[in-house]
C-alpha cells in the first residue's frame, strides 16, 4: 500500500499476521493493483511484478488471481466482523455501543480505503462458492449492528420504525466512506468516525442526554 495509507488511522492491516512473507506481499501488490487497474484488467504477472517476484513464484502461493481476491476479500470481511463485534459486545448503552460501532468502521474505511474499495467493490468478480463465504459475512456484520439498533428500541432509546432497513442505510453509508475519503482531505479518520457516529444517532433517533 501506499506510505499514506499506511500511516493513516489507527488499524493495521487485515493480512498483517499472513505468513510467509512472500504470500503477505502478495495480498498487498494484489490490492494495489486491483485499486489501480481493475480486477479484470489485472493479470497474475502484473502482481507478480509489483510483488518483485516472478509469475511462478506467486503460483507457489495462490494458485489464481480469483485466489488472491478470495483471501482479501475474505480477510477484509472478518476484520469488518470483528470491529462490529467489539462495538456491539462491549459496556454501555446501546447508543454508546451504536457510536463506537460507527465510529471505529468509518475509521477503517477511511483509513485503509484502498483495501476496503477492493473489499467491499469486488464481491462480483468471485464465483459462486466464494462469494457465498463472503455474503455470510457480511451478514454478520448486519447482525452486528442490527442487534444493537433492536436492543435500543427495545430500551425506548432508539425510535426506529424498520430496522432492517436503518441497519442497511447505517452500513452503506459507513462503507461509503472508502469511496471518497481523501487523505488530503480537511478532516481526518477520527473525525470523520465521529461525523458519522453522531448523524446515525441521529437517524436512528436516539433521546439526548
Same mark, same amino acid.
Given at each position: 500500500? @501506499?506510505?499514506a495509507?499506511d500511516?493513516?488511522?489507527?488499524? /493495521? #492491516?487485515? %493480512?498483517? #499476521? ?10 498487498? /501488490? ?23 517476484? @516472478?509469475?511462478? /513464484? ?6 489464481t488471481?480469483?485466489?488472491l ?9 472478518? &476484520?469488518?466482523?470483528?470491529?462490529l463485534? +467489539? ?6 448503552s446501546?447508543? #454508546? ?6 465510529? @471505529?468502521?468509518?475509521? %477503517? ?5 484502498t483495501t ?15 462469494? +457465498?463465504e463472503i ?15 433492536? #436492543?435500543?428500541?427495545? /430500551? ?7 430496522? &432492517? ?6 452500513? @452503506?453509508l ?5 469511496? %471518497?475519503?481523501?487523505v488530503n ?5 477520527d ?6 457516529a ?10 439526548e442526554?
Open positions: 500500500m @501506499s506510505t495509507e500511516t493513516i488511522g489507527g488499524d /493495521a #492491516e487485515p %493480512w498483517a #499476521e499472513v505468513t510467509p512473507d512472500a504470500a503477505r506481499r502478495l495480498l498487498v /501488490a494484489a490490492v494495489e493493483a486491483f485499486a489501480e487497474r481493475g480486477y479484470h484488467a489485472t493479470t497474475t504477472r502484473d502482481i507478480a511484478s509489483r510483488a518483485g517476484m @516472478s509469475p511462478a /513464484a506467486l503460483y507457489i502461493h495462490y494458485k488471481k480469483e485466489e481476491l478470495h483471501r482479501i476479500s475474505r480477510l477484509g470481511h472478518e &476484520k469488518a466482523v470483528a470491529i463485534r +467489539s462495538a456491539a459486545r462491549s459496556e454501555g446501546a447508543a #454508546e455501543r451504536l457510536a463506537e460501532a460507527v465510529r @471505529s468502521f468509518v475509521r %477503517w474505511h477511511a483509513g485503509r480505503r476496503a474499495r477492493i473489499v467491499q467493490y469486488e464481491l462480483d468478480a468471485l464465483g459462486p462458492e466464494a462469494r +457465498s455474503v455470510a459475512l457480511r451478514r454478520q456484520c448486519d447482525a452486528e449492528v442490527r442487534g444493537i439498533i433492536e #436492543e435500543g428500541v427495545r /430500551a425506548g432509546e432508539f425510535d426506529v420504525l424498520d430496522v &432492517k432497513g436503518t441497519t442497511l442505510a447505517v452500513l @452503506s459507513c462503507i461509503d466512506v472508502a469511496r %471518497w475519503f481523501n482531505g480537511p478532516r481526518t479518520p473525525e470523520v468516525g465521529a461525523l458519522y453522531d448523524l446515525v444517532l441521529r437517524m436512528v433517533g436516539a433521546a442526554k
